[in-house]
């Protein structure tokens, strides 16, 4: 337990600060130094290469793992052979994407080269970017089976953005043309994976051998198994999460500026989130322990709690960047016309997201974890067509739509076989007062008189909805979890409020 929570504090740190490195350039140094058409082909190059990437680890990734700690139980390190499969299987995935991406270069014309035409330029760049975030998959999942997460993590959240961060700069400061930026951009993961290979050599990871060990020979059967359905479920979950950027850089009016927007919008939506990073872990943690005993009524209590939580969190993150679309939009300028819309339309498919619970865990945890394999793919194959009609007819405003579509009817399927499964739902009148107190506080605050300097205005504004929502919540106790929390704290400096 020490060595989790050691790692998990200094993980938590670094994903804090890797957060503002993150909102640092995309907030501003993105906005500063590149057009919207420059900003938009940074984002496509990097969910293009993520979702190539993955496919060029052809499950190698989740097999390391899962199955890392049989080998090192059964074998000694210098006849451990799955460093060695695992490895050639990456590069044999990194082989074939080199060989067969030229095939699909009409293709690739015929879709981008109106809207996207940087895109053509640059393209060539997604090689180096996909195969070293390849081996980067690969040499992480190595860390993670070894329980060194801490490196890995500093890497991820900030050594990469800090690196993008200085190139920006080199950029702003003329030192460089934006060539060389994109060059320097698709080198990003070359360091990383270095530092890796090198920590994994220096604790003696890597002693390949050409022999087929007993292990394999037991294994590989579900090996290959677990591999391909773990690594459809992975690529699945990416493919949502990128189709989008994907598909309005490609069918867009205005190609990639509007990936441009969408990405501002989905970075500033993505805080409503933050808190259920915060709570997943515990909370699985207890949903999958309160399954092993067979007791619903915890996990009840933890379905209705978290979906009470998540929703006041959410909605109080959610409510202040909408108060403030207008101030961002007056930063961001007329080429981001269309974030308010995004951000009201993803806030609502974010809400509705968080509102529902961790309906995933309670799945993953349960007998019927493949349930939620298959709603994932539905997911998949619902929000793709949507995607590709609704930009196709609305432009960057479709994606988002498409993305409220999906995530309802998504978690409306996910709601109904929780009921029937286990009779269980996530929702008491607790959860319809967060929404009026949340719809009385934003009229209120959205009612207020402009400033004429949008800092001042969004400060007041989201100062102000602070202190009457959190006044709301906590006097008429909608969370007993939120109460206990703020007495805890006041407590610690001799205040004593609300009781």
């Known amino acids: 337990m020490g060595i989790v929570q050691k790692q998990s504090i200094k993980s938590s740190a670094y994903i804090y600060i890797g957060f503002i490195i993150g909102a640092i350039n995309i907030l501003f140094l993105f906005k500063q130094y590149l057009t919207p058409e420059q900003f938009g082909l940074t984002r496509l190059l990097i969910d293009v290469s993520t979702l190539l990437a993955m496919l060029c680890t052809l499950g190698s990734c989740p097999a390391t793992i899962k199955f890392f700690p049989f080998y090192q139980s059964y074998l000694p390190p210098k006849k451990n052979e799955l460093p060695f499969l695992t490895i050639v299987v990456c590069l044999i995935g990194c082989f074939l994407f080199a060989v067969l991406t030229p095939l699909f270069k009409e293709l690739i014309i015929r879709k981008f080269g109106q809207r996207s035409s940087l895109f053509l330029e640059y393209f060539y760049f997604i090689y180096p970017l996909t195969i070293f975030f390849a081996l980067w998959y690969l040499l992480e999942s190595i860390e993670w089976s070894l329980q060194n997460t801490v490196l890995t993590n500093f890497l991820k959240e900030v050594v990469f953005r800090l690196l993008t961060s200085i190139f920006i700069l080199l950029y702003a400061f003329k030192i460089i043309k934006f060539n060389h930026f994109i060059w320097l951009f698709s080198s990003l993961y070359i360091l990383p994976v270095c530092i890796l290979f090198i920590d994994l050599y220096k604790k003696n990871y890597f002693h390949f051998t050409f022999t087929i060990s007993k292990v394999t020979r037991r294994l590989y059967k579900h090996l290959l198994t677990f591999s391909l359905f773990i690594f459809s479920g992975q690529l699945l979950g990416l493919i949502a999460r990128t189709s989008d950027t994907i598909i309005i850089s490609s069918q867009s009016t205005n190609g990639l500026a509007d990936t441009a927007v969408f990405t501002v919008a989905t970075f500033l939506i993505a805080l409503m989130e933050v808190p259920m990073r915060a709570m997943m872990g515990i909370a699985t943690s207890i949903i999958a322990y309160a399954w092993k005993d067979r007791n619903l009524a915890k996990i009840d209590e933890m379905y209705k709690k978290t979906a009470l939580n998540l ?14 679309a207008n101030n961002l939009l007056q930063y961001f300028g007329h080429r981001y016309n269309a974030l308010p819309t995004l951000l009201l339309i993803l806030g609502i498919s974010k809400l509705v997201d968080l509102g529902t619970g961790l309906n995933s865990q309670i799945l993953l945890s349960s007998k019927y974890w493949k349930i939620d394999f298959g709603t994932n793919m539905f997911f998949v194959f619902l929000s793709i067509p949507l995607n590709y009609y609704l930009i196709n007819k609305m432009g960057v405003i479709g994606s988002a739509y498409a993305n409220l579509i999906a995530t309802l009817i998504y978690n409306l399927v996910r709601l109904i076989f929780i009921w029937k499964l286990f009779k269980l ?4 009148g607790k959860n319809l007062q967060t929404l009026f107190f949340g719809a009385i506080v934003f009229i209120i605050c959205n009612s207020l008189p402009n400033f004429q300097n949008y800092l001042l205005d969004a ?27 703020l007495n805890k704290q006041l407590l610690k400096r001799g205040i004593s409020i609300f009781k």
Do not use: E, H
């Open 311 to 324: 929703t006041i969190l959410g909605l109080a993150i959610g409510s202040i960047i909408f108060l403030n």
């Open 425 to 428: 739902q996530p929702y008491t």
């Open 459 to 485: 400060f007041f504004r989201s100062i102000l909805f602070i202190i009457l929502y959190v006044f709301l919540i906590v006097k008429f106790k909608t969370s007993t979890d939120i109460n206990d929390i």
